[in-house]
Every structure is written in structure tokens, then in C-alpha cells.
């Protein structure tokens, strides 16, 4: 479990960083104190279900992205992306409009 703790709390200090925000400023607008945040960051805590919403609230992600632990490489991205593209004709369409709304050039 302390291994699971570690994953969690690492992932909430990346976000946080992600959103420039320091352990004193998260710590005051969930409305914990400082080593409270601190200890969570560092897996020697896991937080409470009210405090991982107010961090799902406070740093504006939803509260899975807290699990999500994995990282994937860009290879494996484009493997993923180009099975789900080649299945579902769909999301092909989502993702073209996508791409055109966004003036992603398609073609060379």
C-alpha cells in the first residue's frame, strides 16, 4: 500500500507544479495545513476522499487523473491512437474535424 501512496501523492505534486502552484498556496485553498499536503506529496499520507475533491476542484482535473500513474511513450501514443482510428470510423471523423478545427496541418 505504501507503494500505491507513493504513485498518488507524486501525482498530485506533478499537477500541482503543472498548475505553478506552491505546497503553501494548494495547501490554503484546500483548506489543510502545509506538512498535511506536504506528507500526502511525499506517500506518507494518502488523503481523504473530501480532500481529493477539493484538489480535483482546486486544480481543475478530474479526480481520475490522480490514478493515472503510467507513462507512455510517444510510440506507443501513435500505436494506440492508429488501432483505435483504423476500428472506428467514428473517431476518425471526431479527430479530422478535430485537427482541421484546430488548423492542424493534415498533409503535406
Known sequence: MSDFKKLLGKRIKQIRKSKNLTQEKLAELINIEIPSLSY??????????????????????????????????????LKDINNALKN?????????????????????
Do not use: H, R
Not at 494518502?46 to 481520475?64: C, D, G, N, Y
Not at 478545427?101 to 498533409?107: G, Q
Open 40 to 77: 500526502i506529496e511525499t506517500g506518507k499520507f494518502a488523503p481523504s476522499i473530501e480532500t481529493l475533491q477539493k484538489l480535483s476542484e482546486v486544480l481543475e482535473v478530474a479526480p481520475w487523473e490522480f490514478y493515472y500513474f503510467e507513462q507512455i511513450t510517444q510510440e506507443e501514443m
Open 88 to 108: 472506428n470510423k467514428q473517431l476518425t471523423e471526431i479527430v479530422y474535424y478535430f485537427c482541421k478545427s484546430v488548423n492542424y496541418k493534415l498533409t503535406d
